[in-house]
């Protein structure tokens, strides 16, 4: 294959991953903190990308194994490869990400910026909001609450996966905007590396959180998640881009709108009903989510008039 032909095919999120990539490892040597990087973060990290991929894959095999008409091993190789090639280069991203859980970002900013945050809440609300909302504490709303901010982790594959088996263009615009807001949350976690009100500021609350859910989603969450983490919410934002994209999945089907809408403002309302974040970084994250989804927009267009000239690099 001619290098024309190659670069031809090459997406504009293999770009993107490969650009993260570099951009990353390079300053890591730059601040001399190798001896602190660990790539990968844990099994959730991959398996927001590698749960839907392999269900796929499967259902692929299936067809081929029931003897599906038309189906043969050659195609069965075909489609294989294709599904692989869609979703690999957001599992490749996402284990860059995964440095997060490392303890490299603490050895090269050791300060936390929690004091601005609540500062900028204080002066919005007189407090962080989670301090008000101690008021509404039961023990059924708090796991309702856990709830919906574990099922952050869901929503995007299940999104994803739908948009697959329907348009994948959408799909790759769904995913892009997921990337996009990731690099968007990785240089907020760069700038402004916080942990968050109920970690930050536990002298706030004279409410314990309490309830048959919270406590077992919440210790499987803090081992699930990044630290110093807090702005921008990708809680918020991702979750956002979800909204979006079941609200224009709702020309095929309203249900999965109509069961994703509620759950998904649930989950905006926990990020601060768990004291995860402050209302600032729920304003940032829905900001990430609103200019993800243009950039993605932006890019796909920018990659087909690339791509139609002969070449997108």
Known sequence: MSLSALTRKVRIEDVLSVFVAVVLVTYI??????GSFHAGGDTWTV?????????????ASLRYALGAEATTIGRWVTEVTAIVR?????????LFYGTFYSTLWADVHPRTYDAPLL??????FGETPSVAMQAWISGGLTSFMSLCYFLHLVFPPVMAFLWYRRDVHVFR????AVLFCGAIGTIGYLLVPAVGPGVAYP???????SGSLYQPIIDFMDRARAPRDAFPSLHIA???????????YARYNRVVFWILAPLIVGNWISTIYLRYHYFVDDVAGMTAAVLSVWLASVALRWEARYQRAGSLL
């Not at 927001?48 to 259902?59: G, K, N, Q, R, V």
């Open 119 to 124: 500062a900028a809440d204080r002066a919005l």
């Open 173 to 176: 615009q769904l995913l892009l």
């Open 238 to 248: 991702i979750s956002a881009i979800v909204l979006i994209f079941a609200a224009r």
């Open 47 to 59: 398996s927001f990308i590698a749960l839907p991929m392999s269900i796929i894959i499967f259902l």
């Open 203 to 209: 002298q706030l609350y004279s409410k314990t959180l």
């Open 86 to 94: 869609d979703w690999l280069p957001f599992m490749i991203f996402l």
């Open 29 to 34: 040597f730059s601040v001399g903190a190798w």
